[in-house]
């Protein structure tokens, strides 16, 4: 009888929506597992350039943390995942990160080489896709496309500022790193 009353109060819970949030169309489920990690649903942002809403990101942490900084220097593994809500190039992409790159790292030319190949991993992007980054240790970089592994950048300089990107002090979008921030 445990067994059954257990089975519906999970299944009303799924029906409900409690193991995935929703945000702008994009559904997130609450945990993703990751080298042997489970992650967890930290907070959706949206990204927005002048009128456009370009896309989603959703920040996974193995402890949720609604402090910038401490989700930036931490070594436990995290993920962001923007799904893509309008077709945008490859190139433009790449240009904004270079921008915010060189607003938020301490020492840019350091990160050059390294930001060359990771712009080389970041394709034209069309709605709905996904681009996965996956944070191993904030040692090294992961960068998946629809499910597509592209590449890797190693690095805890090059990670933290990627984070910055989204998370620091001169973020692209204050609205989006709130967002991610579970503010």
Known sequence: MKKIFFAVVLWSYSICGIFAAEFMGVNSPDTV?????????N????????????????LYLEN???????VIKSKENKIVELSFLRSVSGKTIAEAIEESFKKNAPDFNSLKERLNIFKS??????????VRFI????EILEVYYNGEKKG?????????????????????????KKGMLGL
């Open 33 to 41: 597992k990751i080298k042997d990690t489970n992650l967890i649903l």
């Open 43 to 58: 907070g959706m942002g949206l990204r927005k350039k002048v009128v456009f809403n370009v896309y989603v990101a959703s």
């Open 64 to 70: 949720k943390n609604k402090d910038a900084n401490t």
């Open 121 to 130: 991993y970041i394709p034209d992007l069309k709605k709905k896709d996904l």
């Open 135 to 138: 944070f191993a240790k904030n």
């Open 152 to 176: 890797e950048i190693k690095g805890s300089d090059f990670c933290e500022t990627l984070l910055n990107v989204w998370l620091g002090e001169k973020p692209a979008d204050e609205n989006l």
